[in-house]
């Protein structure tokens, strides 16, 4: 069955960095776009940035481009997160999720615990 | 960015009644070219990653029971739970994925009266 597992997630300060990996099994890796959300204590869902199967299209919302990086490695069928100049704003519950019909995004892992503070 | 405004925030409904969450974006999510609405449904429980229940505003994620159900076009939508169950409670998130930022409404809180 279709797997994701985040990893990566801990503590940091501010003005730090962390990698966020999510390694998928269960199906053909290469041929799904992937996405990052996340969500803070006590808020919403946000989407933070979708790499396509091919790897050629990326995007971001705005309160994280620049600072973070979507890539993906279909040899290790793995998607990656890479997160620059980390803010107390981003602490949250970090999620994987792999993009089905209609853009909906149909499995998720189950997250990972990014905590900025000094 | 579209901006995507659900209600109620929460509601409490008895078991085996009927549940409605409302759900207004913005703009328009309605793709011309396939006349399909890029607006899908989750339910998230606590410590549970997100679940996709409806995709394309209206068609139930395989494996979803058909208590669950999606309407509306545009702007305006509606997630209906004909007959709640104790296992719905949970937090009901809609989500534009028409265009890039994608965008979720602030959530729906479901409980039992």
């Known amino acids: 069955q279709v797997q994701l597992v985040e990893s990566g997630g801990g503590l940091v300060k501010p003005g730090g960095s962390l990698r966020l990996s999510c390694a998928a099994s269960?199906?053909?890796?290469?041929?799904?776009?992937m996405s990052w959300i996340r969500q803070a204590p006590g808020t919403g869902l946000e989407w933070l940035s979708y790499?396509?199967?091919?790897?050629?299209?990326?995007y971001y919302t705005d309160s994280v481009k620049g600072r973070f990086i979507i890539s993906r490695d279909d040899a290790k069928n793995s998607v990656y997160l890479q997160m620059n100049r980390l803010r107390a704003e981003d602490t949250a519950v970090y999620y994987c999720?792999?993009?089905?019909?209609?853009?909906?995004?149909?499995?998720w892992g189950q997250g990972t615990q990014v905590t900025v503070s000094s | 960015d579209v901006i995507m405004t659900q209600s109620p925030d929460s509601l409490a409904v008895s078991l085996g009644e009927r549940a409605t969450i409302n759900c207004k974006s913005s703009?328009?999510?309605?793709?011309?070219?396939?006349?399909?609405?890029?607006l899908a449904w989750y339910q998230h429980k606590p410590g549970q990653p997100p679940k996709l229940l409806i995709y394309?505003?209206?068609t139930r994620e395989s494996g979803v029971p058909d208590r669950f159900s999606g309407s509306g076009s545009g702007t305006d939508f509606t997630l209906t739970i004909s007959s709640l169950q104790a296992e719905d409670v949970a937090v009901y998130y809609c989500?534009?994925?028409?265009?890039?930022?994608?965008?979720f409404g602030q959530g729906t809180k479901v409980e039992i009266k």
């Open positions: 394309w505003a209206s």
């Open positions: 989500q534009q994925c028409y265009t890039i930022p994608w965008t």
């Open positions: 269960g199906f053909t890796f290469s041929d799904y776009y």
């Open positions: 999720a792999r993009g089905e019909i209609g853009n909906s995004l149909n499995n």
């Open positions: 703009q328009s999510v309605l793709y011309s070219s396939n006349k399909m609405n890029y």
């Open positions: 790499i396509d199967s091919s790897g050629s299209k990326i």
